[in-house]
Every structure is written in C-alpha cells, then in structure tokens.
C-alpha cells in the first residue's frame, strides 16, 4: 500500500522557518519526481516546488524562491521528502501536500501527480 505521510506543518509568525517531512512507501519512487503542492481557501492547489529525477534539478515557484528549499533522501524502503521553509509570510498560509509524479519530470499540474499525502496545515501570522 502506498502511503505518503507528511508532518512538520504547524503556526510560525512572520520571518519564520518550519521544516516539513513527507514519508513515501509502498513502491519504488525512483525515477519519479517528488514534489510539494499547498491549497489556500478558496484558491487552486498550486505547485510549490518539485524535485525532478531526470537530471536532478529542483523547479521553484517565483514566490518562494530563495526562501524555500527542497531535498530528498532516498532510503531502502521509504522515500523522504523535505521542505524547509525560511523567511514565511502570511501569504504561506495553506495546507501543504507531498506528492509523487507519474515520471522523472513533474510539472505544475497535478492531474501529472499519481500518488498524494494527505496533508499539513502551515499558518503564519502576521
């Protein structure tokens, strides 16, 4: 069974950093790209940043450019994902979602996604 188990997420005040963890297991996730999604209310689940197997290169939405970092470590059995988030604003505020491509390349869409963790609340306050 596949499962995608994030964790890290919580309330932080402006300027500052969290780290989020994304456990992935039940597969093999080489050769897939792995990613981070978020979802404001009332807005569309949007592209973070996602880490690309072919080639290795990291893809970072404008917005958090500079301030966010992705990494992944590939372990024996699990895949583990992270997310340190550094300088958060207020407009960070959303649930963050792991999720695992459907090829070495992701892409911003997440239709191009196959597997999905269930999620984790960040909030920032100004």
């Known amino acids: 069974q596949v499962q995608l188990v994030e964790s890290g997420g919580g309330l932080v005040q402006t300027g500052g950093s969290l780290r989020l963890s994304c456990a992935a297991s039940?597969?093999?996730?080489?050769?897939?790209?792995m990613g981070w999604f978020r979802q404001a209310p009332g807005k569309e689940r949007e592209l973070v940043t996602v880490?690309?197997?072919?080639?290795?290169?990291?893809?970072?939405a404008d917005s958090v450019k500079g301030r966010f970092t992705i990494s992944r470590d590939n372990a024996k059995n699990t895949v583990y994902l992270y997310l340190q988030m550094n300088s958060l604003k207020p407009e960070d505020t959303a649930v963050y979602y792991c999720?695992?491509?459907?090829?070495?390349?992701?892409?911003?869409?997440?239709?191009?996604?196959?597997?999905w963790g269930q999620g984790t609340q960040v909030t920032v306050s100004s």
């Open positions: 999720a695992a491509a459907k090829s070495g390349v992701g892409t911003v869409n997440p239709k191009d996604y196959a597997y």
């Open positions: 039940g597969r093999t996730f080489s050769g897939y790209a």
């Open positions: 880490f690309n197997w072919s080639g290795g290169n990291k893809y970072y």
